[in-house]
């Protein structure tokens, strides 16, 4: 039968220097769920942002980085061809527009001009006959007056 017999280290067994401790406890209590440490009260941190991102490159492992930075630039590429490719139909049409579209707009406007002063012209005519037609008759109606003023029933008699 086997027997088991604990040996102590030497090291173990020799105590530990530290703070003394003193029969006041109440001072060496710190509190660990305070927020506000004495440590980083007022001093700002020793690493800045941009050592702060370049450190998060290592969290991916370098297959995963090749692979991101493989779409990343896939995907800018893309999309800086269809910015490019996008302007320069915006200027195409945009050129067109202007090339084609003023003349034709000034084109347009004047026929309307020339179309209105038609039909001012028009009217002009067919008011000029109804004057005369309103002329004649009241021409008729004051001779037929004139007629009866005198005394007569017809003209002639």
């Known amino acids: ?17 530290g703070p003394e401790i003193l029969d006041n406890d109440d001072d060496y ?9 004495i440590e980083s009260s ?4 020793s690493e800045s942002l941009t050592d702060r991102l370049s450190a998060l490159i290592d969290i991916l492992p370098p297959k995963q980085r090749a692979t991101l930075l493989s779409t990343f630039s896939t995907t800018t590429s893309w999309l800086k061809s269809g910015l490019v490719f996008g302007g320069k139909g915006l200027w195409v049409v945009s050129t067109s527009a202007l090339l084609l579209g003023v003349p034709w707009a000034l084109a347009f406007a004047e026929e309307q ?25 009241i ?3 004051s001779g037929f007056w004139w007629s009866e003023a005198k005394g007569g029933g017809r003209v002639g008699d």
């Open 1 to 17: 039968m086997v027997q088991l017999k604990e040996v102590e280290d030497e090291h173990f067994a020799q105590e530990q220097p």
């Open 29 to 37: 209590y710190t509190d660990t769920d305070s927020e506000i440490s």
């Open 42 to 45: 007022d001093e700002p941190p």
């Open 113 to 137: 001009q020339v179309l209105e002063m038609e039909r001012e012209m028009k009217m002009q005519q067919q008011a000029g006959e109804v004057s005369q037609i309103f002329y004649r008759i």
């Open 139 to 141: 021409l008729c109606l």
